[in-house]
């Protein structure tokens, strides 16, 4: 009974060392969060109506904004990164799980004899083996764990990564794509109101002509033609 718990010993203690770990335990902090968000929620509203977090831009009803965003993503090339990288970061992470599996090896090998006279061989006996062979390597004080767990961590940040790069690129094509028709609005008003200030120009000359109308007057009207006029070369350059 003695020597049987003596050669039951140095397994105990394995399994006692595998189970230890010189890695400390992560507790995220908690972060206190608001129970509402402030404002009043309108009546009827429900989140089912809104556009999932990925397709936030959907809710402006553009066709136009969503193919230029949907053709952005597909050209970007740091998009295209980030996302190479979260398969690289989760092949690593497979990598770094695997010394926590047992490892199997099958090997097989078969041999076979002939004998007879020549021309005439005939198979006299054959025999084959097949070997298993089933390893696992003791996770000393945690380091195979703390490994993978990092590298779940990493893979966990590509992703994270890759939703900000994305994010970013559409807010980017959406805010430019809204300056645009901003500035498309302006150009338009700014040329129609150069063109009213012409016609008007053009009254306050008859006007003088006819002396109805003082020379102060048409300069006035003339100085405002010439700051519409300027204001629609400005936002010509902007819109280019």
Not at 103 to 111: E, I, R, Y
Not at 130 to 157: H, I, N, P, V
Not at 183 to 199: C, K, P
Request: aromatic content about 8%.
């Amino acid at each position: 009974m003695i020597g049987r718990l003596a050669r039951l010993a140095p397994s105990g203690s394995a399994l006692v060392l595998a189970a230890c770990s010189m890695t400390p335990d992560y507790h995220r902090p908690e972060q206190p969060l608001p129970a509402a968000f402030m404002g009043e929620v309108p009546a009827g509203a429900s989140t089912a109506d809104l556009p999932s977090a990925d397709q936030w831009w959907s809710s402006f009803g553009s066709p136009e904004l969503i193919d230029l965003i949907e053709r952005s993503a597909t050209g970007n090339f740091d998009l295209q990164a980030a996302m190479a990288r979260i398969d690289e970061a989760r092949a690593i992470a497979r990598i770094q799980s695997a010394p926590l599996l047992p490892s199997v090896d099958l090997a097989g090998t078969a041999v076979g004899t002939r004998g007879g006279t020549p021309g005439n061989y005939r198979l006299s006996g054959s025999s084959a083996d097949l070997l298993l062979q089933t390893r696992y390597e003791l996770d000393l004080f945690g380091r195979f764990r703390a490994q993978a767990k990092s590298a779940r961590a990493l893979a966990a940040a590509s992703a994270f990564d890759a939703d900000a790069a994305k994010l970013s690129l559409t807010a980017t094509v959406a805010n430019t794509y809204f300056r645009y028709l901003s500035l498309r609005d302006r150009l338009g008003f700014a040329r129609g109101s150069a063109e009213a200030a012409g016609r008007t120009l053009a009254l306050v000359e008859e006007r003088w002509k006819a002396g109805t109308a003082s020379e102060i007057d048409v300069g006035q009207q003339r100085n405002t033609v010439s700051t519409f006029t300027s204001a629609v070369s400005i936002l010509e350059q902007q819109s280019e």
